[in-house]
């Protein structure tokens, strides 16, 4: 990267992260120069009551006046009042009065020093995560600790200083004062600090799904003997749980992983069935001794440690979100949690090429730089497969992705290292972030440019590992089967998003989701379909492509329209009774489905005909 991308960059993340943080000390800071405004007025106002007192005090000679006006403006009323015998006798409101100025300044300065504190720590923290797996693992659980309760602090204090604010502010400076805006800020302080004491003890799940199915430790012999000569090659144990699945990735974790209704404990190998179909034996051998590279260098060990405090950071977060009075303590926490993520990013791509390098050493440089090919090729492949089918607006009457892939990949693959982004294309995880294919290929010793890429994937795999697993061609078919079907749901689900039906088709899929359904009404029903909406005593529909608006004035949905120019009508929904709400609801929906599809029929116009430059 030049210094100029360098400078970008960290200039981006000054404006991103490091300015939007340092909004926390936004209401402390208008806080202590506030309320230290407010105490010196009043000193100010309180010495010119005790002066006028002092001048007409007869029984005071010259000097004497001038030496009791000297004292009192030496020590204001602020400090005498802090004093138990002076303040005694002073009146109660007065008193409440400075103790509240008197407190919210301490609050704002212990607000200020402590987001100062916080900051250099994290700073600290951010730069030790960097070092190493252990020290990025001890920053995040220590900082964790460290935030989470300056957070708390934050939410609570900036609460009470906002609070305070509401009142004072209008009260000092124009002699009213707003009750409703009291009840606002105290609610809003109350909400905040409910919600940030809530998350700190609540614990996320961060259970592991997979779609699967979990290898017989008793069956596929050839299997465990060959994982295990791999794993006496790389120098780590054998994983304790095999899952074959026909997501299109190898990886492996120490996190419990619920599959098939079992739950995986100790290290889980995940492997892809229509992966190691495709690769030649070699090139299983090379992934395979990367993934148990990991386990060799503890990455999954410090991965399982890190994510339920990531989880519970990201929960911490949410509850902050939603919040105004949290809002820059929310700012703050984002900018660790992104910053953190950055360190995280560096240290898990670093991992990566160490498990590149004993995968290579394992096997040779070639067949780990033709396993990568491999398996991104057959990513690229499988995402254009599923992006084609999922952009066509009709009914799928087959999702037939594992038979296009069966049938195409092989093509696909030839002219793979042809592709004029492949240098930035990266294999997909779980859990850690890669670096770009071409990266990796690099420092494995095969760039991109060199004339041995084409070569390595102009032959099929033999499928060496796919053979040694039991019963595989079975399960793989079962599973794509499942995938398939929940593929068409998913496709099927979103079609009356993307459909201004023109046709009897389109309008039966839309119209599947989007029934025509009438509400009864004291005034007439109301009828809506998927296209317009029908109100008891209009001359005709009003079409959803007519609808510039909705609005609710009391219990009247109004609707502005466009016909010969704009127009508004209503609907009194009170007439619907036990269904007012659902009849406003549904309205909503429909115009809303309307509104998505056409949207998405602007987009694909636009895309078609675009803007000449």
Same mark, same amino acid.
């Given at each position: ?31 202590? *120069? ?153 609610? *809003? ?37 060959? *994982? ?144 990568? *090919? ?240």
């Amino acid at each position: 990267m030049s210094d100029a991308r360098q400078d970008f960059s960290r200039t981006g993340i000054f404006k991103a992260f490091v300015l939007p943080a340092a909004l926390v000390f936004l209401i402390p800071v208008v806080s202590l *120069l506030f309320f230290r405004h407010a105490q010196g007025r009043f000193d100010a106002q309180t010495l010119e009551s005790i002066r006028q007192e002092i001048q007409a005090d007869e029984a005071l000679s010259p000097e004497q006046r001038a030496k009791a006006i000297e004292h009192f403006a030496a020590h204001p009323y602020s400090e005498m009042i802090q004093s138990e015998p002076f303040a005694s006798q002073a009146d109660s409101t007065i008193r409440f009065y400075y103790a509240t100025f008197r407190w919210m300044i301490r609050l704002a300065v212990a607000s200020i020093v402590a987001g100062a504190a916080v900051f250099a720590l994290a700073a600290v923290f951010l730069l030790l995560s960097r070092r190493s797996q252990r020290a990025q693992y001890l920053s995040l659980a220590s900082g964790w600790q460290v935030l989470r309760l300056f957070g708390a602090f934050q939410v609570v204090a900036q609460g009470a200083m906002v609070l305070a604010l509401s009142f004072w502010v209008t009260a000092l400076w124009f002699h009213v004062y707003s009750l409703k805006l009291i009840v606002i800020a105290g609610v *809003l302080a109350v909400g905040g600090a409910f919600a940030v004491l809530k998350a700190i003890f609540q614990r996320p799940s961060v259970d592991f799904h997979v779609d699967g199915k979990v290898v017989d430790p008793g069956g596929s012999p050839r299997l465990w003997r060959d *994982l295990q000569a791999i794993c006496d090659k790389v120098g780590t144990r054998r994983p304790d749980n095999v899952v074959i699945g026909v997501d299109d990735n190898f990886f492996v974790t120490e996190a419990p992983v619920h599959v098939d209704g079992a739950v995986c404990r100790g290290r889980t190998l995940f492997a892809s069935l229509g992966l190691l179909k495709q690769m030649s034996g070699a090139e299983a051998d090379a992934v395979l001794a990367h993934e148990m590279a990991h386990f060799s260098g503890d990455d999954t060990l410090y991965s399982r440690k890190t994510a339920p405090l990531l989880a519970r950071f990201d929960n911490y977060l949410a509850a902050l979100e939603n919040n105004p009075v949290a809002a820059p303590v929310f700012a703050f926490m984002r900018g660790f949690r992104a910053l953190f993520e950055l360190a995280r990013g560096e240290q898990s791509r670093d991992r990566e090429f160490r498990a590149d390098r004993i995968a290579a050493e394992a096997t040779s440089p070639r067949d780990a730089a033709s396993a990568l *090919l491999r398996v991104t090729a057959y990513s690229d492949f499988r995402s254009k497969i599923q992006q084609d089918l999922f952009g066509r607006e009709r009914a799928l009457e087959v999702a037939d992705v594992s038979a296009r892939l069966e049938a195409g990949f092989h093509e696909h693959a030839r002219g793979f290292a042809s592709k004029p982004d492949l240098e930035q294309l990266s294999t997909s995880h779980p859990f850690d972030s890669h670096p770009t294919l071409a990266r990796r290929l690099e420092a494995l010793g095969v760039p991109l440019q060199s004339g041995d890429v084409p070569a390595m994937l102009a032959e099929p795999g033999d499928g060496r590992w796919y053979a040694a697993i039991d019963d595989a061609e079975e399960v793989e078919r079962g599973m794509w089967a499942e995938f398939e079907r929940a593929f068409r749901d998913l496709h099927e689900g979103t079609l009356p998003y993307r459909l201004l039906p023109e046709t009897d088709e389109e309008r039966e899929i839309v119209t599947r989701s989007f029934p025509d359904v009438v509400f009864e009404g004291k005034k007439g029903p109301m009828t809506l379909r998927c296209d317009a909406v029908q109100f008891a005593d209009w001359p005709t529909p009003i079409a959803f492509s007519e609808v510039l608006g909705l609005s609710l004035d009391g219990h009247d949905l109004v609707i502005s329209y466009n016909r010969h120019g704009a127009k508004t009508t209503s609907i009194p929904t009170k007439g619907f009774g036990a269904r007012q709400a659902e009849a406003i609801q549904a309205v909503g929906a429909y115009y809303g489905r309307y509104l998505a599809a056409a949207s998405h029929r602007d987009e694909k116009q636009a895309e078609a005909d675009p803007e000449p430059v």
